[in-house]
């Protein structure tokens, strides 16, 4: 069965580096979107992603952030310069046109 | 703005006990309601859904009935096992949203103990 998958499963960083979380979405879906889950916390809506734009993001997505499909097959998530706070779990998902959305396992972010 | 509030967690349950894990929604607009699972080192994965009011979602023995009038979308088991061990997810979805975002619950950590 076709899954998501992302990469790494855990990034250590220090604060102010440049981190990108990679995303292999499901092949034949169109539709991407980045959350993330602060420990403790709820899961949070960051970006939507489709037709090569942004077509949602939610206010955490700042200036910090930036999504990207650099080919046909990755999805990637770049924050410039990190902060303790960015330490997360960060989940990828995708989707067809009118059907759920497929999560991938998670990137552990830690900010030192 | 929408929001989801599920029961406080963890729970601990012994197998074959009944389930009930409380969620409750706030929503503009007509919102489609998701239970999501999250086992031990993997992904979210949809457990079920309901798209409109009194529809009942059902799958592995989990069932989900979208209330309207009391905004709620509670998941129930009749008898859990212990691989139903898990996080679990309610969360909704409004349609006018361009993006279909997801608003998540806090997530309700089971435990099933033989």
């Known amino acids: 069965e076709p899954e998501v998958t992302q990469t790494p499963s855990h990034q250590v960083t220090q604060m102010g580096q440049e981190v990108i979380l990679r995303c292999v979405p499901i092949?034949?879906?169109?539709?991407f979107y980045w959350y993330r889950q602060i420990l403790g916390q709820k899961v949070e809506f960051l970006v939507s992603?489709?037709?090569?734009?942004?077509?949602?993001k939610s206010e955490i997505f700042d200036d910090q952030f930036s999504v990207e499909r650099p080919d046909g097959s990755n999805f990637t998530l770049k924050i410039r310069s990190t902060k303790l706070e960015d330490s997360a779990m960060y989940f990828c998902?995708?989707?067809?046109?009118?059907?759920?959305?497929?999560f991938g396992p998670g990137t552990r972010l830690t900010v030192t | 703005g929408n929001s989801v509030t599920q029961m406080e967690g963890p729970v601990t349950l012994s197998e074959e006990a009944f389930l009930t894990i409380n969620c409750t929604y706030t929503a503009t607009g007509y919102p489609s309601l998701f239970w999501y699972v999250q086992y031990p080192g993997e992904g979210l994965q949809l457990l079920l859904k309901a798209t409109k009011a009194d529809d009942k979602g059902s799958n592995k023995g989990f069932e989900a009935t979208y209330r309207k009038e009391t905004t709620s979308f509670h998941l129930e088991k009749g008898s859990v096992q212990v691989s139903d061990s898990a996080v679990y997810f309610c969360a909704l979805r409004v349609q006018e949203t361009s993006g279909s975002r997801l608003t998540f619950g806090e997530g309700t950590q089971l435990t099933v103990n033989p």
């Open positions: 998902a995708s989707r067809q046109d009118g059907y759920e959305q497929y």
């Open positions: 092949s034949n879906h169109l539709y």
């Open positions: 992603f489709y037709n090569n734009e942004i077509s949602e």
